[in-house]
């Protein structure tokens, strides 16, 4: 069992940056590959970006690739997401999770096996 804890979220003005933190529990965490995904109100949960087990590959839906950066840390069992000019359409629970193939995570065809309990990002013109 994984667990994961995000950490970071906050309301912040559009044009401005968050950096989002996750923390995983596990003693393999280089093994995993992880990702980020969002959930707005009244929506299903939606991809966002995914990086490999080594930090040297990583994928990002359209909307947000120029935008978000996704990264890693082995060492303190870290990712993070920087996001940098903020729109009011990126408010959203934003999760954490972990699974085996960053490809398989944004295609769904192999979607994360852990999941956090999600940290809010509120954006606001």
């Known amino acids: 069992q994984v667990q994961l804890v995000e950490s970071g979220g906050g309301l912040v003005q559009a044009g401005d940056s968050l950096n989002l933190s996750c923390v995983a529990s596990t003693r393999t965490f280089d093994s995993y590959a992880m990702a980020w995904f969002l959930q707005a109100p009244g929506k299903e949960r939606e991809f966002v970006a995914a990086?490999?087990?080594?930090?040297?590959?990583?994928t990002y839906t359209d909307s947000v690739k120029v935008r978000f950066t996704i990264s890693r840390d082995n060492a303190k069992n870290m990712i993070y997401l920087q996001m940098n000019n903020l729109k009011n359409e990126d408010t959203s629970v934003y999760y954490c999770?972990?699974?085996?193939?960053?490809?398989?995570?944004?295609?769904?065809?192999?979607?994360?096996?852990?999941w956090g309990q999600g940290t809010q990002d509120s954006v606001y013109s």
């Open positions: 990086i490999n087990w080594s930090g040297d590959s990583t």
């Open positions: 999770a972990a699974g085996y193939i960053s490809c398989g995570i944004k295609r769904a065809t192999m979607p994360p096996v852990y």
